[in-house]
C-alpha cells in the first residue's frame, strides 16, 4: 500500500512511518517542512509541502492507497487562551477539512481514512463506562472532538471507509504526555493528579501503530474505536505503577488548583475520568503486545539495558577512552536486511530521539568503508556539530564508526550484528571520553550518560516498530 500520514513527524506519527515500513508499504509524509521531515523520517518517505497548496496534495492522495490524520497542536502546554483555542480548533478540524476536500477531489480516491480523535470527545464522566456509542459532553475539548470526528466522517459520503481514533494517553519513549510527567517521578515527588479516583485511559506506542496499521488494513473497523488499553485504571494506580517502574516513591499528590493555576482551563485534561472500553477493538480480535499499564511502564521506562561503566585499561586503539557503553537488541529480520538499514544515512535521524535535533550535514548517499558523515544536533540544551568517520567494515556483520570533530575527546562505536536465522542480535559497544578534563566525570554522570541511554533505547524502540521484536 502506499500511505499518506499528517502529522508523521509528531510522536506517533514517527513510530507508524517505522510500523509501515516493516511491511513494506511506502509513505507519504504531508509537512510543513520537507527538509524537517526528512531528517526525522528518513529518505525512504516522500514529502509534500503543507505551503505547495492543494492541487500537490490532491495529486498525492490519488496515487494512495490510505491515509491517517495524526495532525493536531499539542492539547497541553499551553493556556486555553481565545487565540489558543482556535489555533487547537484549526489544527484539527481546518486540516481535516482540507484533507478530506483534497480527498474527494482526487482520482482514484483512496480507500480508508483513518483519523485522530481523543478520549476527551466523551468529556469527564466518573466511573461510568464507555464505549463507542457513547455520548459526547459540551465541554470545549469533547466539541473540539466531535467537529473533529465530523468533519472526517464527511468522507464516508463519496464512499471512504472512515475510522476516528479516539486515542488515550499514548505511552512511549521520545516523546508524548509521559515526557512531561517523568522529571518530578524521578525525582521522588510525584504523585497522583487530583484525587487520584479519576480514570486515565491509556496505551502504549506500539500498540497504536499497530492499532492504526490494523484498521487501514481491516474492512470491519469504521467509524469511532476507543484506542485505549484493556487495562481500565485510576489516575492513583497509573501513578503507583509509574513509581514502581522508576523505583521511586510516588504518593505525593498533585492538587487540582495548583493545575489550574499552571494550566487554567486546559486542566481539565489532566483532572477529567474517561472509563473508556476498547470495544470496537476488542470485538474485532485486537492483540495487544502490552495490554496492563505495569507491563507497558516497565517497557518504556526501562526499555532495552544500556550499561555504562569506566574503562581502566582500555583497548590500544582507543587510547584515552574513559567509559564503555553495551547494549543489545534483538531484531525479528535478518542480518543483512538490518545492516542495509543501518548503512543509509538518512535513517540516522529516525532512529535519534526527536528533542536531540538530529541531522546529517551534505549528501552521503551509503555508509562505506572511510566513508565520512558531518551532522548536527542537540546535546542536552547545547547545540553541537560534529564528524564521523566509518571504518572496519564487516558487511553484513560489523562496522565501526571514529569521531574526528565533535563533542567527545574519545569516541569509538562498534556495531555487531549476529545472525540467527531469521532474527539479529545488533550489540553496540561504544568506548568514549567526555571533555573538560577535571569536570567530565560530572558532565557524564548529569549530561552525557543519560543523553545516551535515552538514544540508545529509543533506536532499540524505533528498530523493534521497523523490524519487530521475537
Known sequence: MRVLIAGATGFIGRALVSRLRRDGHSVVAWA?????????????VDVISTAAGQDPLTHALSQCDAVVNLAGEPILGKRWTAARRTVLRESRVGVTAQLVSAIEAANPRP???????????????????????????????????????????????????VVTLRTGVVLGRGGGALAQMLPP??????????SGRQYFPWIHL???????????????????????????????????????????PSVLPTPPAALRAIFGDAAIVLLASQRAEPSAARRNGFVWQFPSIDAALTDV????SVNI????????????????????TEISAPADQVFAFFC???????????????????????????????????????????????????????????????????????????????????????????????????????????????????????????????
Open 301 to 304: 521506562v526501562r526499555g532495552d
Open 111 to 161: 480507500r480508508v481514512l483513518v483519523s485522530g480523535s481523543a478520549v476527551g470527545f466523551y468529556g469527564s464522566r466518573g466511573s461510568e463506562v464507555l464505549d463507542e456509542s457513547s455520548a459526547s459532553r459540551g465541554d470545549f475539548l469533547s466539541r473540539l472532538c466531535l467537529d473533529w470526528e465530523t468533519a472526517a466522517q464527511r468522507a464516508t459520503t463519496f464512499g471512504v471507509r
Open 32 to 44: 510543513r517542512s520537507e527538509t524537517s521531515a526528512l531528517s526525522l523520517l528518513g529518505t525512504d
Open 185 to 194: 517521578f524521578k525525582a521522588g515527588v510525584g504523585g497522583p493528579i487530583g
Open 344 to 470: 543509509r544515512p538518512g535513517n540516522l535521524g529516525l532512529i535519534t530521539p526527536a528533542p536531540m535535533q538530529f541531522r546529517v550535514v551534505g549528501h552521503v548517499p551509503q555508509l562505506s568503508d572511510g566513508a565520512t558523515i558531518e551532522y548536527q544536533m542537540r546535546f542536552g540544551p547545547i547545540p553541537v556539530r560534529g564528524r564521523i568517520r566509518i571504518t572496519g567494515w564487516n558487511p553484513p556483520r560489523s562496522y565501526v564508526d571514529v569521531q574526528e570533530a565533535g563533542p567527545y575527546r574519545v569516541w569509538r562505536h562498534e556495531h555487531h550484528f549476529a545472525p540467527n536465522g531469521p532474527t539479529t542480535t545488533l550489540d553496540d559497544r561504544v568506548y568514549y571520553a567526555p571533555r573538560l578534563g577535571a569536570l567530565s566525570g560530572i558532565i557524564n554522570r548529569w549530561l552525557i550518560a543519560p543523553h545516551l541511554r535515552e538514544f540508545f533505547r529509543y533506536r532499540a524502540e524505533v528498530l523493534k516498530l521497523r523490524f519487530g521484536s521475537p
Open 309 to 328: 561503566v569506566r574503562v581502566t585499561t582500555p583497548p590500544s586503539n582507543v587510547a584515552g577512552a574513559t567509559y564503555v557503553l553495551t547494549a543489545s
Open 206 to 248: 506500539r500498540d497504536l501503530a499497530e492499532l492504526i496499521v490494523t484498521a487501514v488494513r481491516d474492512d470491519r473497523y469504521a467509524g469511532p474505536v476507543n484506542a485505549v488499553a484493556p487495562d481500565l485504571v485510576t489516575s492513583k494506580r497509573f501513578a503507583r505503577a509509574l513509581g514502581h517502574a522508576l523505583r521511586r
